[in-house]
């Protein structure tokens, strides 16, 4: 007797096929199938064939469905191995021999196929990979889903399959069948667009047969439909991938030899490995394998969520709790998630999420206190209530930030997180009553103007609410030495309102560098000297990043709609502001059925013809603003838009028609890693630049900021100034021309030199590599310089942000060899990383030049180096210290710089404790 779930459920006998009779006789004898082997409770079955509505006599119902089987099953035997279902408290148990399920079958041909991959086998591993899918015919139990069945066991055996097809494509991409694989591919992409391996293997395969647009259109795909589901970016493989593409990696073109390489890992993890940087000429050195997991000192926000909700009425049956804790779960990671945290693991009724433990981000702090708010109101509303409505479970929440060490495992799962933040959010946690949430002081600091916090006591807070994102942002930082790129914009919005053509135009710069402060000034000239009006919208920074909620800041901040308005009051504000723009009534029909949604004042359906309507009245829109006078639109964080949107606003100068419109969007310069060719080729399209303040105006400026806070009551250029110390010379070094840098920094000195709350700010030391001195020195900086630095060195890959931090250990000059020595990769290849990491901004190159005619390199800003240094582990820092004394004295370095890390080297290897994981 043989049973096929893999496809319609089947009983075959000699090749018949055997009737199963009623649908409950069917779902009964495949949900044992499914657990084959298996006591299955009883209540587990009830839920599979009833869900939560199961009928009085659903128990009697279902022993009738198992008697039936049985008579069936008993019929059809012809000795005694054949099935079974045999009563096996606490439910059923269905005896069955592994050969006679397809299911058991598929599992046990994929694990060869698997470990045939793993030596090298490639022909022989896609072969058995293949045998094995080829079992499938059709969607698992096509039938029952047909009739309604939506197990969770389903979605898994979907998942098993697109798994085992992934590594079957592997295989044969390994062996340079691409060719053969590539229609396949198309068609499961095209239904499975977010599942990332498939579409990186589909944009190899597409590449290695010369249609190079094809692939990149893919990823433009894959990343419009991940972002639209769920929020996110395509991971870093996959954009590695793309980068390699678009610079036509040599190494994309390698396949691997018929004998099998002593390594399990995938050709085409070769190519998303060596495609980081531009044209690298070797794959990365056994060193560093893709599959070891890395160890960094990071600073996170922890997020503890306690509930009692898994107490559940009657006899506390443990399926029924489990039941519930993975809905709770499935809530918990969802909201965490959403913000960019991490889910690492529960115990009990507590969750343990971290934010900065995958990616750093500059505002990690206000992510977990968002996150924990959320899930206080989302597991609020799913308690039950009692007579007077109020929920009888309470959720307690703590956040605590501070200094851990993390390690990242291979494939994106959740790590470890070790250090005394983890016993300070316990603690906290212990103190919060139900339906409270507390932070720590670091927590507080880090996250005041977009937290209202309760009077308590100086240790932390309460949460009482979260603002909006971006209400009430403010920019006070002193306009200095901007006044060429103000200049700029003053002619362009001139160009416009004389030639009545529209615009864009492109503020490219790091975070803090002043984008937002020069559209402030621009802004206030542009309204005060003539009838202009300025409208902004903002890319959010967390959520689902649709692609219209940028435009619909522009349309609200037109209307005048705020967060506190109502929804009818909003409906009015806008219905009022069309109709005044529009006199045709039919027009004006058309322009608020999509301008509603798009201002999120009714629910959207966000296809594609849907967007596609919204943008189209988005721009008459703006048309019929600008028709009445000189118009500016503001896009901000344009590096953070959907696909859609960057299309969008790209073409959207040839799209309006001729009116007065200038459209300025700021972006830092991750926005040209996502579209190289950003606005090249267009006339009506200017990029500009803004880049750090030049020393002179960095001191006038923090002559500025001390004045204000009270430190200074003279210029820094005054001659009383110069005999300091050097401290004012250093504080210009550490800000390195970037205004938020200086503003930050002084903020900080302010509150340790003159204690006051009101300015207090969240800083921390950290332990920096000390050019060519004995030991290392502290660098004091505020966190949220930290948090920016180290956000943008996340953007790195791995094998990037490695090359990075070796340099850092190296010395305030570096160049490829004894980056090569530290790292050991390849000399060549360490070259290309460096000339990758000086077009990332990381590096500025010197006029220096090694014995091999390459250029040498220093940090074009010291924090870089402070920060990408202070992430290594002690252990880490003591080997990397040593390979730089044997190098140096191999190659007859300098005395000073060798003693130094030999001090260095030997004073870590005694204080560091032995792991193992390293960068």
């Known amino acids: 007797m043989q049973f096929n779930l893999l496809g319609p459920l089947e009983v075959l006998v000699d090749g018949e096929k055997v009737p199963i009779s009623g649908l409950k006789q069917r779902c009964t004898l495949a949900y044992l199938l499914l657990n084959a082997n298996k006591v299955v409770a009883t209540s587990r079955l009830l839920r599979a064939l009833w869900g939560e509505q199961a009928p009085p006599t659903a128990r009697k119902m279902l022993q009738n ?5 049985r008579v069936t099953l008993a019929r059809h035997a012809a000795d005694a191995d054949d099935p079974e279902v045999l009563t096996h408290a606490p439910g059923y148990l269905l005896r069955v021999a592994d050969d006679r399920v397809d299911l058991t079958r598929f599992q046990a041909m994929v694990e060869d ?20 899918l080829g079992l499938w015919r059709g969607p698992a139990l096509a039938d029952l889903t047909e009739a309604g069945i939506d197990w969770p066991e389903l979605t898994a055996l979907r998942n098993a399959r697109l798994a085992a097809l992934e590594d079957y494509v592997e295989a044969e991409l390994a062996a340079g069948n691409h060719h053969e694989v590539v229609s396949e591919l198309e068609t499961v992409v ?21 249609r190079q647009a094809d692939a990149l259109g893919v990823y433009r795909r894959a990343r419009t439909a991940l972002i639209d589901e ?36 995938s050709r085409i993890e070769v190519a998303r490995e060596t495609s980081a940087p531009p044209a690298p000429v070797a794959e990365p050195a056994p060193a560093a394998p893709p599959t070891r997991p890395t160890t960094e000192r990071k600073w996170v926000s922890v997020l503890l969520v306690q509930t009692d909700q898994l107490r559940v009425p009657g006899e506390h049956d443990p399926e029924d709790v489990d039941e519930v804790f993975r809905r709770l779960t499935a809530t918990v990671r969802d909201e965490v998630d959403r913000f960019g945290g991490t889910l690492h693991t529960t115990f009990g009724a507590v969750w343990f999420a971290a934010f900065g433990t995958r990616r ?14 959320g899930l206080r109101q989302r597991l609020g509303a799913q308690a039950p209530r009692g007579p007077g409505g109020e929920p009888q479970h309470r959720i307690r929440a703590a956040v605590a930030t501070g200094e851990a060490l993390v390690t990242s495992r291979p494939g994106g799962a959740p790590g470890e997180v070790t250090g005394d933040v983890l016993d300070a959010c316990l603690r906290l946690l212990g103190s919060v009553q139900p339906g409270e949430m507390r932070v720590c002081e670091t927590t507080r600091l880090a996250s005041l103007g977009a937290v209202t916090y309760a009077d308590t006591a100086s240790t932390g807070g309460d949460v009482l609410a979260v603002r909006p994102e971006h209400e009430g942002a403010t920019v006070s930082v002193p306009f200095v030495a901007r006044e060429r790129e103000k200049a700029t914009l ?56 649709a692609p219209l909620t940028a435009l619909a800041g522009v349309v609200k901040a037109y209307c005048g709609i705020s967060h506190a308005d109502t929804t009818g009051i909003a409906v009015q504000k806008l219905s009022s502001a069309v109709h005044d723009l529009v006199g045709d009534a039919d027009t004006a029909a058309w322009l608020l059925s999509h301008l509603r949604p798009l201002a999120g004042l009714q629910d959207d359906v966000r296809g594609p013809a849907a967007v596609d309507e919204a943008f189209q009245a988005w721009r008459r829109f703006l048309e019929e603003v600008s028709a009445r006078g000189p118009l500016v639109v503001v896009m901000e964080d344009l590096q953070s838009a959907d696909d859609t949107l960057l299309n969008f606003v790209e073409d959207l100068d040839e799209q309006l028609g001729p009116v007065p419109l200038l459209v300025i969007a700021t972006a830092r310069p991750e926005l040209l890693r996502r579209r190289p060719s950003w606005g090249s080729g267009k006339h009506d399209v200017t990029t500009v630049t803004v880049g750090p303040l030049p020393p002179d105006a960095t001191r006038r400026l923090l002559a500025s900021l001390l004045v204000r806070h ?36 002084v903020r900080m000195l302010r509150n340790e030199l003159v204690p006051g709350r009101e300015l207090a700010v969240p800083a921390l030391t950290i332990s920096c590599a000390g050019p060519r001195a004995s030991a290392e020195r502290s660098v004091r900086l505020p966190q949220s310089v930290y948090n920016i630095i180290a956000a943008r060195l996340d953007t790195l890959s791995r094998v990037e942000k490695s090359v990075l931090q070796n340099a850092a250990v190296f010395d305030r000059v570096v160049w490829a060899d004894p980056v090569t020595e530290i790292s050991g990769l390849a000399r060549d290849e360490v070259a290309e990383y460096l000339k990758y990491l000086e077009q990332r901004g990381f590096l500025v190159r010197t006029r220096q030049r090694s014995g091999h005619g390459e250029f040498k390199y220093e940090f074009r800003h010291s924090l870089v180096r402070d920060v990408a240094y202070s992430q290594l582990p002690k252990a880490t820092r003591a080997d990397k210290h040593q390979r730089c004394t044997r190098w140096l004295a191999e190659a007859g370095g300098g005395a000073e710089l060798l003693d130094h890390h030999r001090g260095r080297a030997a004073h870590h290897a005694e204080t560091a404790q032995p792991r193992t994981g390293s960068s």
Not at 245 to 265: C, E, F, H, T
Not at 525 to 531: D, N, Q, V
Not at 710 to 729: A, I, M, V
Not at 737 to 743: E, H, I, R, S
């Open 490 to 545: 003053d002619g362009l919005l001139a160009d416009v309102q004389e030639r009545r053509t529209p615009r864009l135009v492109t503020l490219l710069g790091e975070p803090g560098i002043g984008k937002s402060r020069l559209i402030s000034e621009f802004r206030v000239s542009a309204e005060t000297s003539g009838p202009v009006r300025c409208l902004i919208g903002r890319t959010p920074r967390f959520g689902w990043n």
């Open 710 to 745: 009270g430190l200074c009551d003279k210029p820094l250029d005054s001659p009383e100034q110069h005999d300091d110390g050097g401290f004012h010379q250093d504080l210009i070094e550490r800000v390195g021309g970037n205004p938020l840098y200086a503003t930050e920094h």
């Open 65 to 69: 469905a198992v008697s039936g089987l």
């Open 190 to 210: 095209e239904t499975e667009p977010p599942r990332e391996r498939l579409c990186g293997q589909l944009m190899l395969a597409l590449y290695r047969c010369g």
């Open 230 to 265: 769920f929020g996110l970016d395509p991971g870093h493989e996959l954009q590695r991938l793309e980068r390699a593409i678009l610079n036509q990696d040599p190494g994309l073109d390698q396949v691997a030899d018929a004998v099998a390489p002593a390594r399990s890992a």
């Open 360 to 373: 750093t981000y500059e505002d990690d702090a206000e992510r977990a206190i968002r996150a924990g708010f």
């Open 113 to 132: 196929g698997r470990a045939e991959l793993a030596t090298g086998s490639w022909t022989s591993a896609a072969s058995t990979l293949r045998r094995a």
